[in-house]
């Protein structure tokens, strides 16, 4: 199998700290520096998968940062630079301890809730007699807490503002952001044939200033299904064709594993890992309108952590 990158343990000048998230690892350089590394890992459920995934790491590392830079005028974020493929690195934020859900379609864990007889999401009212997959009216927000393990939870932005997490005047600064930014994203798919159905953005504060955190717009993060086969394929009540990481939480569903107790991972093949890289380079090119050149995967971590070191003694 092509080399994959699923674990860093780098030390760099100046290291202040270290996070090894689900799919990222996040290096504190100094008080105000980060340095994130978008690993081959790839989770679902909440569970992290024992493979990695050919190139998955660079995919959503140059989607996140081409995003980054097309949202800029709408609000600030945290990129300084890509100085690797699989790398970004920014400003150092405190993160708000809730993720803004946007969602323009009924489909996903909303759909199944819906399908269970929920009639309300995260504080929203859901109109009657919808179908999976059915436009809203208007996109609606559906935060979820930020869980550091474990589940994210879904909260209303009443209870998100009761217990504190956000105050209200900042609550409602982060949904004209989250609305904004998921309309430059819908029209920028709309120019790819592309719906953007869902998604998620993480939002930091620093110096008193909200910043756009993490990545946006990516499959890991977003749903996507094809302009020209949405209305056809939902009057028909059939699947969409979708390019996110749906693809990978049905193959598990279909093999017994929702990340509950007691249920095992399929066995994932390097045929299969190759399958689901091959669906993350499609949707690079598809979003992002050009040819994904794949890096040099001979020695991987040695080559971060080359580049990372160059960048960080150049910064000074």
């Given at each position: 199998?092509?080399?994959?990158?699923?674990?860093?343990?780098?030390?760099?000048?100046?290291?202040?700290?270290?996070?090894?998230?689900?799919?990222?690892?996040?290096?504190?350089?100094?008080n105000d520096l980060l340095v994130m590394i978008a690993?081959?890992?790839?989770?679902?459920?909440?569970?992290?998968?024992?493979?990695?995934?050919?190139?998955?790491?660079?995919?959503?590392?140059?989607?996140?940062?081409?995003?980054?830079?097309?949202?800029?005028?709408?609000?600030?974020?945290?990129?300084?630079?890509?100085?690797?493929?699989?790398?970004?690195?920014?400003?150092?934020?405190?993160?708000?301890?809730?993720?803004?859900?946007?969602?323009?379609?009924?489909?996903?864990?909303?759909?199944?809730?819906?399908?269970?007889?929920?009639?309300?999401?995260?504080?929203?009212?859901?109109?009657?007699?919808?179908?999976?997959?059915?436009?809203?009216?208007?996109?609606?927000?559906?935060?979820?807490?930020?869980?550091?393990?474990?589940h994210d939870e879904n909260i209303s932005k009443e209870?998100?503002?009761?217990?504190?997490?956000?105050?209200?005047?900042?609550?409602?600064?982060?949904?004209?952001?989250?609305?904004?930014?998921?309309?430059?994203?819908?029209?920028?798919?709309?120019?790819?044939?592309?719906?953007?159905?869902?998604?998620?953005?993480?939002?930091?504060?620093?110096?008193?200033?909200?910043?756009?955190?993490?990545?946006?717009?990516?499959?890991?993060?977003?749903?996507?299904?094809?302009?020209?086969?949405?209305?056809?394929?939902?009057?028909?009540?059939?699947?969409?064709?979708?390019?996110?990481?749906?693809?990978?939480?049905?193959?598990?569903?279909?093999?017994?594993?929702?990340?509950?107790?007691?249920?095992?991972?399929?066995?994932?093949?390097?045929?299969?890992?190759?399958?689901?890289?091959?669906?993350?380079?499609?949707?690079?090119?598809?979003?992002?309108?050009?040819?994904?050149?794949?890096?040099?995967?001979?020695?991987?971590?040695?080559?971060?952590?080359?580049?990372?070191?160059?960048?960080?003694?150049?910064?000074?």
């Amino acid at each position: 199998m092509k080399s994959t990158l699923v674990n860093t343990n780098f030390h760099f000048n100046g290291q202040t700290n270290v996070y090894h998230g689900k799919v990222r690892d996040v290096y504190s350089v100094g008080n105000d520096l980060l340095v994130m590394i978008a690993t081959d890992r790839i989770s679902a459920f909440d569970v992290v998968l024992p493979k990695g995934i050919p190139y998955k790491g660079q995919v959503l590392n140059q989607i996140a940062a081409k995003f980054l830079d097309a949202t800029a005028d709408i609000v600030p974020n945290w990129k300084l630079a890509t100085p690797d493929p699989m790398v970004t690195t920014g400003l150092r934020c405190e993160p708000y301890k809730v993720e803004m859900v946007i969602r323009g379609y009924l489909t996903g864990s909303a759909w199944r809730e819906y399908k269970a007889g929920a009639r309300t999401l995260c504080g929203v009212s859901l109109p009657e007699g919808m179908k999976e997959n059915q436009k809203f009216p208007t996109p609606i927000i559906t935060p979820t807490t930020k869980a550091d393990e474990g589940h994210d939870e879904n909260i209303s932005k009443e209870e998100i503002i009761a217990q504190g997490l956000v105050s209200r005047e900042e609550y409602e600064q982060l949904e004209k952001y989250t609305y904004a930014l998921f309309q430059r994203g819908t029209e920028m798919a709309a120019q790819k044939n592309l719906i953007l159905v869902d998604t998620k953005y993480e939002f930091g504060k620093k110096d008193g200033k909200i910043y756009l955190i993490d990545e946006i717009h990516t499959p890991d993060s977003s749903r996507y299904f094809y302009t020209d086969t949405y209305q056809d394929l939902f009057e028909k009540g059939e699947e969409q064709r979708q390019l996110s990481k749906e693809f990978v939480r049905k193959w598990l569903m279909d093999n017994g594993f929702q990340g509950k107790e007691g249920q095992t991972v399929p066995e994932m093949t390097e045929e299969y890992c190759n399958s689901v890289s091959e669906r993350y380079i499609e949707l690079y090119e598809k979003i992002v309108g050009e040819p994904f050149i794949k890096a040099d995967v001979s020695n991987v971590s040695e080559r971060i952590e080359e580049n990372i070191s160059r960048y960080l003694k150049k910064r000074g």
